[in-house]
């Protein structure tokens, strides 16, 4: 098991590579919390896409399969329901925050609302689901990692490896380290996704041998 040890080191040095990199373009205390408004469009598209599925979709939905059966679909319509009223009632403060080059709400409530409560409600709404979201995340890794080791290395081990890498490459490099890692880290979750569904469908014996083995589990969830 001397690969994953590795692996952990060379996360934890590219992580530390590209916060250094967002540290030396940080100027100020603007530039380190929003990063100066200059990630492109595109980065935070791909942080918003691997925040939405990593946690909940590949960390969780194989257990949800196992537990629950096949309701994860419903979930997943359910959760792209929700986003649908912001696109439509959230149009204006989108306009409002693209206008005066805001990227953050908190921002917006604070010059263009001139609403310190605004802030602070908006701010404790964000800590306390980022909080909440983290912990998800690093507990499924933290279990994944423990089980990869075949329980030589704990959970509660695994989460302070991890969370130590999480809070320095965040302490270190600000808003945006978290930017460039969360783009980076995306991009992989992608490719690791697309590898391993191909690997478990050779393995399977391809798509006829999967419908197969899904026809008899529907057929019988107690026998398999």
Not at 1 to 18: E, G, N, R
Not at 44 to 52: I, K
Not at 90 to 99: G, P, S, T, V, Y
Not at 196 to 214: E, Q, V
Request: charged content about 10%; hydrophobic content about 60%.
């Amino acid at each position: 098991m001397i690969w994953l040890p590795l692996y952990l080191l060379f996360y934890a040095l590219v992580a530390l590579f590209w916060a250094r990199l967002a540290a030396q373009a940080n100027r100020d205390h603007e530039t380190y919390f929003s990063a100066g408004h200059q990630l492109a469009p595109w980065v935070s598209a791909l942080v918003m896409a691997g925040a939405s599925i990593s946690g909940w979709v590949v960390l969780g939905g194989a257990e949800v399969f196992a537990k629950q059966g096949f309701g994860l679909p419903g979930y997943i319509q359910a959760g792209i329901a929700l986003a649908l009223p912001g696109v439509f009632f959230f149009k204006r403060f989108w306009l409002i925050a693209q206008r005066l080059r805001l990227s953050s709400q908190a921002e917006v409530f604070r010059n263009y609302y001139q609403s310190e409560f605004l802030v602070a409600v908006s701010a404790t709404v964000a800590v306390i689901f980022a909080v909440g979201f983290a912990g998800m995340q690093l507990g499924a890794l933290s279990r994944l990692l423990s089980d990869l080791t075949g329980g030589q290395v704990s959970v509660a081990v695994a989460a302070t490896v991890l969370s130590s890498i999480l809070f320095g490459y965040v302490v270190i490099g600000g808003m945006r380290a978290v930017g460039y890692l969360g783009a980076v880290q995306t991009v992989l979750l992608a490719a690791v996704t697309i590898g391993f569904a191909g690997f478990a469908l050779i393995t399977l014996g391809g798509f006829a041998a999967l419908n197969d083995g899904l026809r008899a589990l529907a057929s019988d969830p107690a026998k398999s």
